[in-house]
């Protein structure tokens, strides 16, 4: 059962390794098949040395296994939240990476300092409120989902393709598990930047709007003009 979406959702997240923005199985990835309405997620705590496709497991839009003998990544439940407050996106991405999620740590929005971060995302990198005392005693990783849905609001995610939760880490998203992924990656590049543009001046002042609409319009604008045709 969607076997090619397994294949995906497996390769981005070997990708996480690669980009060394997981360590050990801090990190998972999934995918949605908008059609049927079935997610495919990576495994609890599964190594990613051993892991392959036959290992992705599939479930409906309640959490329910349909396809896999082994359970979802814990974090399935947040997964699917996002699924639902955002219908145009098609992969979600979970890491722990250490620049962005000492920020996240820190409870702090990561500023649009420059033209890397305005490439990818058109404002800054936005970090939830902390979940209340009952929001994690109750259904934990379902509300870790809807504060991050409360947190973009009314914004086009695919205009803003990730947030940190606070004392948490990293969630990204994208049109796919592949654009997922490389949110999350420029995600921990960016925050790093904007931690060292801290060090080094500490009353730098974030780009301008005009600067911001001129990186992220020539990428994604109605007249985009960056690449190829």
Request: charge should be negative.
């Amino acid at each position: 059962m969607l076997e090619q979406l397994k294949e995906e959702v497996c390769r981005a997240n070997l990708a996480l390794v690669a980009h060394k923005v997981v360590i050990f199985t801090w990190g998972n990835v999934s995918a949605i098949d908008r059609e049927s309405g079935l997610v495919v997620i990576k495994p609890s705590g599964v190594d990613y040395g051993v892991m392959k496709p036959e290992h992705m497991v599939v479930v409906d839009l309640d959490g329910n296994v349909v396809d896999g003998e082994m359970r979802p990544s814990t974090d399935l439940p947040t997964h699917l939240e996002l699924y639902k407050a955002f219908p145009d996106v098609g992969g979600v991405v979970h890491t722990h990476s250490i620049n962005a999620t000492a920020w996240a740590q820190a409870g702090q929005d990561i500023p649009l300092y420059g033209t890397t971060h305005a490439d990818y995302f058109h404002g800054s990198i936005p970090c939830t409120r902390a979940l209340t005392d009952e929001e994690i005693a109750g259904e934990y990783e379902k509300n870790t989902g809807l504060v991050i849905a409360e947190r973009i609001g009314d914004i086009a995610p695919l205009t803003l393709p990730g947030a940190l939760v606070k004392s948490h880490g990293v969630f990204s998203w994208g049109k796919d598990a592949d654009q997922a992924v490389h949110n999350a990656v420029v995600i921990e590049a960016v925050s790093e930047m904007a931690f060292k543009t801290e060090l080094i001046n500490p009353t730098a002042e974030p780009a301008s709007d005009a600067l911001v609409e001129k990186h992220y319009s020539r990428k994604h604008g109605k007249n985009a003009y960056y690449g190829q045709k």
